[in-house]
Every structure is written in C-alpha cells, then in structure tokens.
C-alpha cells in the first residue's frame, strides 16, 4: 500500500506543488490503482499468449514510392525563401 509520505516525495521529485489534500486524495487513487494490480495478478493467465491490444487489428499501409511533382517550379514560386533549386528555412538548431 502506499502512504501519503510517499507521495509527497515523487510530488517533490516531479516538482508538483500538491495541498495535503490533494496528497490525501492521490494516496487514495493510487492505493485503489495498486490494490488492482494485486486483483489482476490473481488472474491464471499462463495459458493467454501475449498482446499489445485488446482487439486484433491490422495497419493498413501503403508501399513507400517517390512520386515526383511534375510542377517544381510552381512550388518554388512560393516559397517565402529559397536558395537554387531548395527552400531556404531559419537555422533552429545551434552550433554544436
């Protein structure tokens, strides 16, 4: 179980400003999460393959293919930048 003064540490630790009662409250809220953890973990699970969803479905994607734009220039026209054949964008990264 977990008590009020351990969730006054990870508050500091997460530099949360918590009321006593909002600890109060949390302790609560968790101690209910871990109490059903301990329920979960009464389950007979040895026999049930491991998912990463609860319902089985599949991404449907598309092959990845270079489909050039045939209007390059159009593009380019406006941009509010550019250098030679490329956007010119700010610098957001410093030297490293």
Do not use: C, W
Not at 32 to 61: G, K, M
Not at 85 to 96: A, C, R, S
């Amino acid at each position: 179980m977990i008590d009020q003064e351990q969730v006054h540490k990870v508050a500091l630790l997460a530099r949360l400003a918590l009321t006593e009662a909002e600890e109060a409250q949390y302790t609560q809220q968790l101690g209910d999460i871990l109490d059903y953890f301990d329920q979960l973990e009464e389950l007979d699970v040895t026999d049930v393959p491991p998912t990463t969803r609860a319902i089985d479905i599949s991404n449907i994607i598309r092959a990845d293919q270079l489909d050039p734009y045939e209007d390059r220039e159009a593009i380019l026209a406006v941009a509010p930048e550019q250098e030679g054949d490329f956007f010119k964008v700010p610098k957001i990264l410093g030297d490293t």
